[in-house]
């Protein structure tokens, strides 16, 4: 025969019961933390993946992209060629691709003075001395 277990007050019986919820609830939601940390680093895993092949197209499509104005500005030298001397020919097209150039760093200097980086936590970091004084 079994020994029956040793009576209390009637409280042990539930407060072992309780104490084993609490353990039970304690290691699921460890099991539920830890299976989300795996699926958060197979969802970055995937993604890294992608984005590793849409870098690779956009560099792709950058080097065609540079390729294609290569050969455009050879056959407008070359065109130009046929009604000018080949010296002068080639001179407009470098001055065509300087005012391209300039243009576009013009453009790129006046966007890139109007960045404002971090607005939002330069003004929440200038506040948190005045939080601590209790202002």
């Known amino acids: 025969m079994t020994t029956p277990p040793p009576r209390g007050d009637g409280n042990d ?10 353990a039970d609830a304690s290691r699921d ?18 993604e890294a993946r992608t984005a590793g092949a849409v870098v690779a197209m956009v560099a792709a499509a950058a080097i065609a992209a540079l390729l ?5 500005s050879h056959a407008l030298w070359w065109g130009l060629s046929n ?9 407009i097209v470098a001055v065509l691709w300087a005012l391209v150039g300039g243009v576009l760093a013009v453009r790129a200097r006046k966007q890139l003075s109007a960045i404002r980086t971090l607005p939002l936590t330069k003004q929440t970091a200038q506040e948190i001395p005045d939080a601590l004084r209790g202002r």
């Open 83 to 91: 009604v000018m001397d080949q010296g002068w020919a080639a001179l």
């Open 29 to 46: 939601l460890s099991t539920l933390l830890r299976q989300e940390v795996q699926l958060a680093k197979a969802e970055l895993r995937q």
């Open 68 to 72: 294609t104005l290569l050969f455009l």
């Open 13 to 22: 019986k539930a407060q072992q019961s309780i104490g084993q919820l609490l």
